[in-house]
């Protein structure tokens, strides 16, 4: 199988520069979006890629701003920026440079977010995504008990006087990100909003009709716990949206954290396959 491994740089519409992996061989017709969300890059969903490329699909992974191999950015940015720029940037050059009408997307926390945000925006490109798989996704649940209030309240405290969450330090990525990305998502778990500067994305989330599958993992403590992902999901409002945390106790090989669940040998031999049939199950 000859296979095809090449980025491809994009101009966003604020002129910053991001790269699109495709990952393809030549026999595939079959597309699909993925990118990674904050501290990452593709490597977090690069093995994910190979997999659907291996079962017949080309693969288009886009690397955020200043993330990965796409450049530094020369301005500040959040959650919004990177939906309504970077995302927006791939739509446009596969749907209307490569022509491609049937997309589905599969994003790893954050980058579900971003694409949320993006759909519920620019609404005309909603109806060349097929489906979407979400893993590890919440913008605005965590905020459901005391002890993840004054988790919450003590990380955006002492991520605003470093100016930076430092991912590598904390071992949670291989980025570290301003303080000036995270307050965005800090603000929407504290006060149970999902805003943008001129746009409330919560109402407007059960417009999105197309089916969602929420993938979330029982050792997630913080960033994504399996309750304020399938609150996230339950926003959305579709009785074809699936939810499932996995765990030793629902039956799979270990209890994944908020990487692992994407990201593992594990993660490949039993979960990668059930992306697969839920793919093949909404083209």
């Given at each position: 199988?000859?296979?095809?491994?090449?980025?491809?740089?994009?101009?966003?519409?604020?002129?910053?520069?991001?790269?699109?992996?495709?990952?393809?061989?030549?026999?595939?017709?079959?597309?699909?979006?993925?990118?990674?969300?904050?501290?990452?890059?593709?490597?977090?969903?690069i093995g994910?890629?190979?997999?659907?490329?291996?079962?017949?699909?080309?693969?288009?992974?886009?690397?955020?701003?200043?993330?990965?191999?796409?450049?530094?950015?020369?301005?500040?940015?959040d959650f919004?920026?990177?939906?309504?720029?970077?995302?927006?940037?791939?739509?446009?050059?596969?749907?209307?440079?490569?022509?491609?009408?049937?997309?589905?997307?599969?994003?790893?926390?954050?980058?579900?977010?971003?694409l949320t945000?993006?759909?519920?925006?620019?609404?005309?490109?909603?109806?060349?995504?097929?489906?979407?798989?979400?893993?590890?996704?919440?913008?605005?649940?965590?905020?459901?008990?005391?002890?993840?209030?004054?988790?919450?309240?003590?990380?955006?405290?002492?991520?605003?006087?470093?100016?930076?969450?430092?991912?590598?330090?904390?071992?949670?990525?291989?980025?570290?990100?301003?303080?000036?990305?995270?307050?965005?998502?800090?603000?929407?778990?504290?006060?149970?909003?999902?805003?943008?500067?001129?746009?409330?994305?919560?109402?407007?989330?059960?417009?999105?009709?197309?089916?969602?599958?929420?993938?979330?993992?029982?050792?997630?403590?913080?960033?994504?716990?399996?309750?304020?992902?399938?609150?996230?999901?339950?926003?959305?409002?579709?009785?074809?949206?699936?939810?499932?945390?996995?765990?030793?106790?629902?039956?799979?090989?270990?209890?994944?954290?908020?990487?692992?669940?994407?990201?593992?040998?594990?993660?490949?031999?039993?979960?990668?396959?059930?992306?697969?049939?839920?793919?093949?199950?909404?083209?």
């Amino acid at each position: 199988m000859k296979r095809i491994n090449e980025p491809i740089e994009l101009i966003t519409p604020d002129k910053e520069k991001v790269v699109l992996w495709k990952i393809a061989n030549l026999t595939n017709e079959k597309n699909v979006f993925l990118t990674h969300g904050t501290f990452s890059d593709k490597k977090t969903v690069i093995g994910l890629a190979d997999f659907l490329v291996e079962n017949g699909y080309n693969c288009w992974v886009l690397e955020w701003r200043s993330h990965g191999n796409s450049p530094k950015s020369t301005t500040q940015f959040d959650f919004e920026t990177i939906a309504l720029n970077d995302i927006y940037s791939s739509f446009d050059y596969l749907v209307h440079k490569l022509k491609i009408t049937n997309l589905s997307c599969i994003t790893h926390s954050g980058g579900g977010i971003c694409l949320t945000m993006f759909l519920l925006q620019y609404t005309n490109f909603q109806q060349y995504v097929d489906s979407i798989v979400l893993f590890s996704c919440q913008a605005f649940s965590i905020n459901y008990s005391k002890l993840n209030y004054t988790k919450l309240l003590t990380a955006n405290f002492f991520s605003g006087l470093l100016g930076i969450v430092p991912g590598k330090r904390l071992k949670i990525g291989n980025h570290n990100e301003t303080y000036f990305t995270m307050r965005q998502w800090f603000n929407w778990n504290l006060k149970s909003k999902f805003k943008g500067k001129d746009f409330d994305y919560l109402p407007k989330m059960k417009t999105l009709r197309m089916p969602i599958y929420s993938i979330c993992s029982v050792n997630d403590k913080f960033i994504s716990p399996p309750k304020a992902c399938e609150t996230f999901l339950d926003a959305f409002d579709n009785e074809k949206n699936v939810f499932e945390c996995c765990s030793l106790l629902s039956g799979y090989l270990e209890d994944y954290n908020h990487s692992r669940i994407i990201l593992s040998k594990n993660s490949r031999k039993e979960i990668y396959p059930k992306v697969l049939n839920w793919l093949i199950s909404n083209e």
